[in-house]
């Protein structure tokens, strides 16, 4: 069995005013409001929402 490993996202700055393909990344990995937190797992989908708004997110591995 592969264990998918897990991230936390956590939105750092706020989607208002941002590129529209940028904000919908944000949505996507389920991140709705400034400071929320999710856990979600490395996908390469999810890792390639990530790349795109890099700049609005903190991404922390989970043990």
Do not use: D, W
Request: proline share 3%; with cysteine.
């Amino acid at each position: 069995m592969s264990t998918t490993k897990q991230i936390k996202v956590t939105l750092t700055k706020s989607i208002f005013g941002r590129v529209k393909g940028h904000k919908e990344c944000v949505n996507g990995l389920g991140l709705r409001k400034p400071h929320q937190s999710v856990v979600i797992a490395a996908t390469p989908e999810n890792l390639g929402m990530i790349n795109k708004a890099y700049y609005l997110l903190k991404v922390e591995e989970v043990a």
